[in-house]
Nanobody, 123 residues
Framework: VQLQASGGGLVQAGGSLRLSCTASGRTSSNNGMGWFRRAPGKEREFVASISYNSASTSYADSVKGRFTISRDNAKSTVYLQMNSLKPEDTADYYC?????????????????WGRGTLVTVSS
């Protein structure tokens, strides 16, 4: 499975970005998907996840109400809509495919990881 994330960039505080992650090589429609991020000098952290059928989502407290995860299984793509961005959201954002059909924040449950896409939020 190859995961390709895109959509990162430079945005002012309060702005919006939409990240996309497309899977290839094997269907991801039976697997939960997630977004994680790593800020400069910090550990990787969970951002959001979605179950295989979009019935369940979960978010880190720091992004609740601002970020929305969604997926289009016909396109093998998962999205992260990021609104009201803050400078502290600056990070490399990674998408990942869960070993299981469910949403979840445990990075150990994710078998495949894509390369990051950089999001920079200026104040």
């Amino acid at each position: 499975v190859q995961l390709q994330a895109s959509g990162g960039g430079l945005v002012q505080a309060g702005g919006s970005l939409r990240l996309s992650c497309t899977a290839s090589g094997r269907t991801s429609s039976n697997n939960g998907m997630g977004w994680f991020r790593r800020a400069p000098g910090k550990e990787r952290e969970f951002v959001a996840s979605i179950s295989y059928n979009s019935a369940s989502t979960s978010y880190a407290d720091s992004v609740k109400g601002r970020f929305t995860i969604s997926r289009d299984n016909a396109k093998s793509t998962v999205y992260l809509q990021m609104n009201s961005l803050k400078p502290e959201d600056t990070a490399d954002y990674y998408c990942a495919q869960n070993r299981w059909p469910y949403a979840g924040s445990d990075a150990q449950r994710y078998a495949y990881w894509g390369r990051g896409t950089l999001v920079t939020v200026s104040s």
